[in-house]
């Protein structure tokens, strides 16, 4: 199976999101030596500290993994993806069975079935402690998510919890996948 996964949040070194990501990304490639990843990632100004180290890190066994880099500006893939849900995310990095998508983008697929991770709902439970621009990029991309993704994973069961009463998620297309430590 090829598993695609956006791993544009990476960039962020130091945040929770940016750190999950690579750290997921690191066990999956651990422990998974059957499956091929193709993982994507886009940013034109941080470009400079794509830094990941999965060829230096003696545990991983799969070596069926790819990354595809692009200078797409992430501002113009949330308009392609998140306000006109044009261009699958397949046209950029090929033919995948999965797709993982980021907190922050829900590209369209052609025929991939969809993953993302909720890690929170502080934005929909406090709004007034988020800029318009974060709100109104989270909603678009939860209605996307809501609609497409044949599951979702939280951080925890009071984020599961927030995503059923919140959003009206049916339970079992919710799993709860623990961070590590």
């Known amino acids: 199976m090829?598993?695609?996964?956006d791993i544009s949040q990476s960039i962020y070194e130091g945040t929770g999101v940016g750190?999950?990501?690579?750290?997921?990304?690191?066990k999956l490639l651990e422990i998974d030596e059957?499956?091929?990843y193709m993982l994507f990632f886009s940013n034109r100004k941080k470009f400079s500290i794509f830094n990941f180290q999965f060829s230096k890190n003696p545990k991983i066994r799969n070596t069926k993994y790819q990354?595809?880099?692009?200078?797409i500006p992430i501002q113009l893939l949330e308009f392609l993806w998140n306000r006109l849900h044009v261009f699958?995310?397949?046209w950029?990095?090929?033919?995948?069975?999965?797709?993982?998508?980021?907190?922050?983008l829900e590209p369209p697929t052609v025929r991939a079935k969809k993953i993302t991770t909720i890690h929170d709902l502080?934005?929909?439970?406090?709004?007034?402690?988020?800029?318009k621009k974060i709100k109104s990029v989270h909603t678009r991309k939860l209605q996307w998510a809501l609609k497409e993704c044949d599951a979702i994973l939280c951080d925890s069961e009071a984020t599961k919890r927030?995503?059923?009463?919140?959003?009206?998620?049916?339970k079992n297309k919710l799993h709860v996948v623990y961070l590590g430590i």
């Not at 950029?92 to 922050?104: E, K, N, Q, R, V």
Request: net charge negative.
């Open 2 to 5: 090829k598993i695609g996964i």
């Open 19 to 26: 750190e999950y990501t690579v750290r997921l990304v690191e």
């Open 34 to 36: 059957k499956n091929e």
């Open 67 to 71: 990354i595809r880099i692009f200078r």
């Open 88 to 90: 699958p995310i397949e």
């Open 92 to 104: 950029l990095i090929g033919d995948i069975d999965i797709f993982l998508s980021s907190d922050w």
């Open 122 to 131: 502080s934005v929909l439970k406090f709004p007034d402690s988020y800029d």
């Open 162 to 170: 927030d995503a059923m009463e919140l959003l009206g998620i049916e």
